[in-house]
């Protein structure tokens, strides 16, 4: 097909009664709903009539199944030309009930490799870079290559010099592989997955309440009456959680409650159902929830039967029987106690707190005093017959990438005096990203790291910061586009480049023994040698930088397994074969690793990973090992009884009750408390309590002023003088963690050809905006951390502290996106594409991360907005719609 | 039954269809016609559709421009939105461009979104009340917030003096493996 013309097929192939049919679930999005592959030979296709499809039913349907054209494509599967249709599961009895979907899974077909597409410039072999062009090679020579460089590298600077950073979540088979090569192969402290700079806690204010990030299952967002989204538009970016469980589910009439400066469709369709808009400055959702929690308690709202069940009082805080609260991580990253709290405490704290204030409240946040008062009767007051409001509490990046543990810490209190946490209905989770598919071989090297909380105590290591510093030789990326994922994105892009292609040491032949000698000249010349594995070219990673690239089998191509946001473990079958000599990732880490002289990496096929996983995963809440040994005394694998378990799959942790697998709806319910243990099922006490060392949960304080996040925030506000704005990042339906497959996509390239920034008319009209103009976002001031301070005592760590002891270097930082204009945003908020192809948005956004919990303030971008001119799409027909994305009638 | 009636039934697992078989016959050998073309040279992109009934579907001097009406085309099953954009629109017709026709039925999963479900204001039509899509009517019916995995399908039209002629349609509508032709 000649790209250059609009395919106007009206027609689609059906398949037909025979078609073999796999299942498997969404690429994307942590929801991830069922769907049907439908495979077939070419030369022949299925009819209309019912006894002529594999669907059984009548041409022209009027609901599920139907098939679009972008669900159907030609691939190749046991190297011979095969149709495969990918629709949503319509007989599915969860996630995605009678056939729901998003726009990302509904062209999951569109990402079937086929060289008549987009996909055609799929990664086929291994390469290096001679010359400065990528090569092709034998797996064979690269690895020997990439072993040579190591064993060099391990021996001569130690396994401070040798990192990775991947994925967390394609699948337990591969993450595990990452994790025993990382943990007990080479061994190693330099290793961050991809969303974050350091290997530690997404949102660590819910963990050190007791509260699993993912507790929650897709029927309590269903059932509850008020559902508090922080940082989070559900339609957006959990959009079947939105479309299906929470427009429907058990309560359809429920109210919800948005904050975010962003008013998306599913904020207008929340305004219009009883709802309310909280459009929140950046960074200050804790002096909200602060304001909420003392209205709660000023006129007596909160739970109390609730918190004196299920709330830490001050003795049982310190009781410290177990562990205690005294040495754990919770009171290293908060310094002994600096937040801990408990009922009586936090009535004292919220009483005398003067970000808790409402008038102070509504000057910080940005939010007219009447909503929050407003947000606050709705979710914590008592109806006239006394029962409670059933509130849930679902946080997303708004929340946890704009002051991440303070934000965490806020809603967890919040969410507990509400009652909230551990029953239907009324949970605190997160909505959640990418799916659940991290699982480590344990043995982790965290004690190694250089960097030290307060009382030098245990601390992750910035990855992205000791490579900016020099002190990486070997780096090995798998699945990531790393630079526009991180902050001050164009300065670390920078540094890599330095290390990598700008190094004088280029290899000019694929000789063994030529590249080693060059590579070893590279790192003793304080350079590093970049290799990267992943499906595509990423543009800058390994289109510019990477030494060594490594093509990998994805999703489709191997038989992998995962979970989503509610634990769900479904197997992702092979249906066809990956291009060329593509690769699992834990295939090359196998060969790799066996190279080095590591054992225990011979496996042979996926399932062998998956089973030696099971029993490392027995303590945590992916747990699978109970699915395991059923398998085993069925005489089946591992995968095989989980394919048996279709699109419906099973929730984590896995039990044993009654002779029977029962899966885990919620966590911390304690009606999860099933008396005797059974079998291979592993008890653990945050099955049907807290995640605490009593079972209770702990309160946490926040006072809005503080030495971890005040001075930082001063410094990096939108500075009037300069005329500049917040510049904050996120991500929309159409893109959402799918960024890396969407421009393969005909349709969906055709959208979003470009990343885009909203801004509102007010902050358009100085510049003479348009939608459709092409905008520099440009900070003048990109602060980023430098080397890996070890904190001794309080306040060490403070982004003034840093200064002083010149850890913090001044940089500059830009990126071009499409205009839509829109009053969508917050006036004086602009929000760009986060990590789409093309700019980097995060360019404007400080490298300092929270000193408390280690993570980056994502979304708190500034800068100047500067008018370049007309894009390719103002007057275009054909790509990117600029209009606005609320439109109601 | 019309294609709107049917689209109530989303939801079954296997609607019912009254239509007959005799509707649905393949198009053997269908001609291609080129509807449009945009740019010159090696980059030119056209959209192309394979042969239509032509129908008189309304009149230019009886549109009024920001209301949407509805017309049946290409045959009796399948009803589709006619109106005036306040903008000039890919594939639009009549001398500002702007007269425009799209099926009404969402490509996401059959929900039905009428003539009054169209935003004058924006040139868009929606929100689809099952969930919610949107689509931009200047960008031949582009998913501007939504799910659907293809555009609304656009009826192509010609104007013949005081007429608006349906001639084709660009786009696969929901629920059909092959576009009726609304040939008898």
Redesign the interface.
């Known amino acids: 097909m000649n790209e ?3 395919n ?7 398949p037909p009664p025979d078609a073999e049919i796999l299942t498997t679930a969404c690429s994307y999005c942590i929801v991830a709903c069922s769907y049907k592959v439908y495979r077939w030979p070419v030369g022949r296709e299925g009819g ?2 019912a006894d002529q499809n594999a669907f ?9 199944p ?6 159907h494509n030609i691939g190749m599967h046991e190297g011979r030309p095969h149709h495969f249709v990918i629709i949503a599961d ?2 599915a009895e969860v996630v995605n009930p ?6 990302r899974g ?2 999951l077909a569109q990402k079937i490799y086929n060289p008549d597409t987009p996909t055609r410039d799929r990664l086929k072999y291994p390469q290096i870079r001679i010359g400065g062009i990528l090569t092709p090679v034998s797996w064979d020579l690269v690895t020997d290559v990439m072993a040579d460089i190591s064993q060099y590298i391990l021996s001569e600077y130690g396994e401070h010099a040798w990192g990775m950073k991947t994925y967390s979540y394609e699948y337990f088979e591969n993450t595990y592989a990452i994790s025993k090569l990382v943990n007990r192969g080479v061994g190693t402290p330099v290793y961050a997955p991809h969303d974050k700079p350091q290997a530690a806690e997404d949102a660590a204010g819910l963990d050190d309440a007791g509260i699993n990030s993912f507790a929650a299952s897709y029927e309590d967002w269903g059932s509850c009456d008020v559902a508090f989204l922080s940082g989070v538009d559900p ?1 957006e970016t959990k ?1 079947v959680l939105f ?1 299906e469980w929470m ?1 429907g589910g058990a309560n359809p009439g429920k109210q919800m409650i948005f904050v975010t400066p962003h008013r ?3 904020v207008e ?1 929340g305004i219009r159902n009883g709802g309310l808009w909280l459009p929140i400055i950046p960074g200050t959702d804790t002096a909200l929830h602060l304001a909420l929690a003392k209205i709660i308690i000023d006129n007596g709202w909160q739970d109390r039967e609730f918190i004196d069940n299920w709330v830490n009082n001050r003795w049982e805080i310190e009781s410290g029987y177990g562990r205690g609260t005294r040495n754990t991580r919770w009171q290293w990253r908060t310094t002994w106690g600096r937040w801990q709290s408990d009922w009586e405490d936090f009535q004292e704290f919220i009483a005398n707190e003067p970000a808790a204030e409402l008038e102070e409240a509504a000057r910080i946040t940005g939010l007219p005093a009447e909503d929050i008062r407003r947000a606050a009767e709705m979710i914590a007051r008592p109806r006239e017959d006394g029962t409670r409001p059933k509130t849930s509490f679902m946080l997303e990046k708004g929340n946890y990438w704009s002051n991440n543990y303070m934000n965490t810490a806020s809603l967890a209190s919040l969410g507990l005096m509400c009652g909230a946490g551990n029953r239907p209905g009324q949970v605190i989770s997160r909505g959640g990203g990418h799916q659940r598919g991290g699982m480590s071989a344990g043995g982790g090297r965290g004690w190694l790291s250089p960097e030290k909380h307060p009382g030098r105590r245990k601390k992750a290591l910035n990855v992205d910061r000791w490579v900016m510093d020099g002190n990486v030789r070997f780096m090995w990326t798998i699945g990531l586009t790393w630079f526009p994922a991180m902050l001050a994105s164009q300065e670390l892009a920078s540094r890599v480049a330095d290390m990598t292609v700008r190094n004088p040491n280029q290899p000019r032949s694929v000789d063994r023994d030529h590249l080693f000698e060059v590579f070893k000249e590279r790192v003793d010349s304080g350079g590093m040698v970049l290799v990267d594995s992943d499906i595509y070219p990423v543009e800058p990673l390994n289109t510019q930088y990477a030494d060594i690239v490594l093509p990998a089998a994805g999703w489709g191509e191997v038989d992998f397994a995962r979970c989503n946001a509610e634990r769900r473990l479904r197997l992702y079958a092979k249906f066809n074969d990956a291009p060329g000599e593509a690769k699992p990732d834990w295939w090359a880490i196998g060969q790799f690793a066996q190279k080095m002289g590591y054992e225990g990496f011979e496996w042979e096929e996926s399932n062998d990973i998956f089973e030696e996983a099971a029993r490392f995963s027995r303590t945590g809440v992916l747990s699978y090992n109970v699915l395991v040994r059923e398998a085993q005394r069925e005489g089946k694998t591992g995968h095989e009884k989980l394919r048996e378990l279709g699109t419906t799959g099973i929730q984590t942790p896995i039990r044993m009750v009654d002779g029977q697998m029962v899966g885990t709806q919620r966590l911390h319910d304690p009606s999860n408390d099933w008396g005797e243990i059974e079998g291979d099922t592993f008890d653990r006490k945050w099955l049907y309590a807290f995640g605490t060392h009593t079972g209770k949960a702990n309160m946490l304080k926040t006072p809005w002023t503080n030495d971890s996040w005040s001075d930082f925030y001063e410094a990096i506000k939108p500075r009037a003088e300069k005329g500049e704005i917040w510049i904050t990042n996120g991500r ?3 893109t959402w963690q799918s960024g890396f497959d969407d421009l393969r996509k005909p ?1 969906l390239a ?2 979003w050809p470009w990343p885009h920034i909203v801004i509102h008319p007010d902050d358009a009209a100085p510049h003479g905006i348009e939608s459709g103009d092409l905008v520099e976002g440009y900070n003048d001031t990109v602060y980023v951390q430098t080397g890996e301070p070890v904190g001794v005592l309080d306040g060490d760590l403070s982004f003034s502290r840093l200064m002083e002891n010149g850890h913090i270097r001044t940089t500059e930082g830009q990126f071009v996106a499409v205009a839509i204009v829109s009053d969508e945003m917050r006036p004086g908020v602009a929000k760009a594409a986060f990590n789409y192809p093309g700019s980097m948005a995060n360019s404007v956004c400080h490298a300092v991360p929270d000193p408390v919990s280690g993570n980056y303030r994502y979304k708190l971008g500034r800068g100047v907005l500067r008018r370049i001119g007309e894009s390719a799409y103002k007057d275009n ?5 600029l ?7 | 039954m019309t294609q709107k009636a049917k689209a109530e039934g989303v939801g079954q697992k296997h609607p019912c269809s009254a239509v007959s078989r005799r509707q649905f016959l393949i198009l053997g050998g269908a001609s291609v016609a080129v509807l449009a073309t945009y740019g010159t040279g090696a980059g030119a992109q056209q959209l192309v559709s394979s042969s239509y009934v032509r129908t008189v579907v309304g009149k230019v001097s009886e549109l009024v421009p920001g209301e949407a009406t509805t017309f049946l085309y290409p045959n009796d099953d399948v009803e589709n939105v006619l109106v005036m954009l306040g903008e000039e629109a890919g594939g639009g017709v009549g001398e500002g461009r702007n007269i425009v026709a799209f099926n009404t039925i969402c490509p996401h999963m059959g929900g039905y979104m009428g003539a009054a479900d169209f935003h004058a204001e924006h040139s868009v039509l929606g929100p689809c009340p099952l969930h919610l899509s949107t689509f931009d009517l200047t960008k031949h019916g582009m998913i501007v917030s939504g799910h659907a995995v293809e555009s609304l399908p656009q009826i192509v039209l010609e104007i013949d003096g005081d007429d608006i002629v349906a001639t084709g349609v660009m786009g696969l509508f929901y629920g059909y493996n092959q576009n009726p032709s609304g040939e008898a």
């Not at chain 1, 106007?8 to 059906?14: A, E, K, Q, S, T």
């Not at chain 1, 059984?56 to 599920?64: C, I, K, R, S, Y």
């Not at chain 1, 009678?98 to 726009?103: D, H, K, P, R």
């Open positions: 250059t013309v609009v106007n097929r009206d027609y689609v192939p059906l209309q009539a059984g039913v009548e041409f022209p349907t009027f609901g599920a139907w098939v679009a054209r972008s669900q319509a007989d009678n056939g729901n979907y998003s726009v509904g062209t339609y959009t479309t427009m998306t469709m599913g369709y929309v339906n159409e349709y055709k959208r027909f054909l790509e990117m719609s209009k606005p994305r609320p439109i109601m009638s």
